[in-house]
T-cell receptor, first 113, second 113 residues
Framework: DTAVSQTPKYLVTQMGNDKSIKCEQN?????MYWYKQDSKKFLKIMFS???????INETVPNRFSPKSPDKAHLNLHINSLELGDSAVYFC????????????FGQGTRLTVV | GESVGLHLPTLSVQEGDNSIINCAYS??????FIWYKQESGKGPQFIID?????DKRQGQRVTVLLNKTVKHLSLQIAATQPGDSAVYFC????????????FGQGTELSVKP
């Protein structure tokens, strides 16, 4: 059983398109996150939700909109994709809202061409 | 600004040797620290954590040391194996920032058979 699963694993799209990445966790955790990993492998938090409520928004452009229909899901929608959005996006979840012991998904490699 | 830096971006060791991966952090408010392992094509995987009221914690073949005086964290891997080859990240959680993990740059560990 996959604890944190995100789809798709790979996403190639043209500039200007709108795309979504889905994430689901079956761990019963209350807190979910989106992280972005750039080409130099630097990981940076984008958003966190605790029980469907936005807790952290790290000054991400408003083209990025997270949506949490329930506490087991946190989807990421990106409008008007730009070349600089190319990265690996990781979903994560934790029981501790302070992030301790967060479990990560396998990542979605987004390539904008 | 906040930063969690690593002294060595790459580390190459012989199988069976001990490995030490270092990390410096700058946020004095951080009170919880985690080491993650990321294998190629996968998400970060929790290895071990430590709270600021401790200076050492041991797991299976891994030990984390925390020196709050100089804001330094290290991960020691005993009897390093080829399966330990990966990128290792330290992460800190500032106590006053809602649970976000601030990741370091990452150190790539390569184990030679």
């Amino acid at each position: 059983d996959t604890a944190v699963s995100q789809t798709p694993k790979y996403l190639v799209t043209q500039m200007g398109n709108d795309k979504s990445i889905k994430c689901e966790q079956n761990l019963g955790h209350d807190t979910m996150y989106w992280y972005k990993q750039d080409s130099k492998k630097f990981l940076k938090i984008m958003f966190s939700y605790n029980n469907k409520e936005l807790i952290i928004n790290e000054t991400v452009p408003n083209r990025f909109s997270p949506k949490s229909p329930d506490k087991a899901h946190l989807n990421l929608h990106i409008n008007s994709l730009e070349l600089g959005d190319s990265a690996v996006y990781f979903c994560a979840s934790s029981q501790d809202p302070r992030g301790g012991g967060a479990f990560f998904g396998q990542g979605t490699r987004l390539t904008v061409v | 600004g906040e930063s969690v830096g690593l002294h060595l971006p790459t580390l190459s060791v012989q199988e069976g040797d001990n490995s030490i991966i270092n990390c410096a952090y700058s946020n004095s408010a951080s009170d919880y620290f985690i080491w993650y392992k990321q294998e190629s094509g996968k998400g970060p995987q929790f290895i071990i954590d430590i709270r600021s009221n401790m200076d050492k914690r041991q797991g299976q073949r891994v030990t984390v040391l925390l020196n709050k005086t100089v804001k330094h964290l290290s991960l020691q891997i005993a009897a390093t194996q080829p399966g330990d080859s990966a990128v290792y990240f330290c992460a800190e959680t500032p106590g006053n920032q809602g649970g976000k993990l601030i990741f370091g740059q990452g150190t790539e560990l390569s184990v030679k058979p």
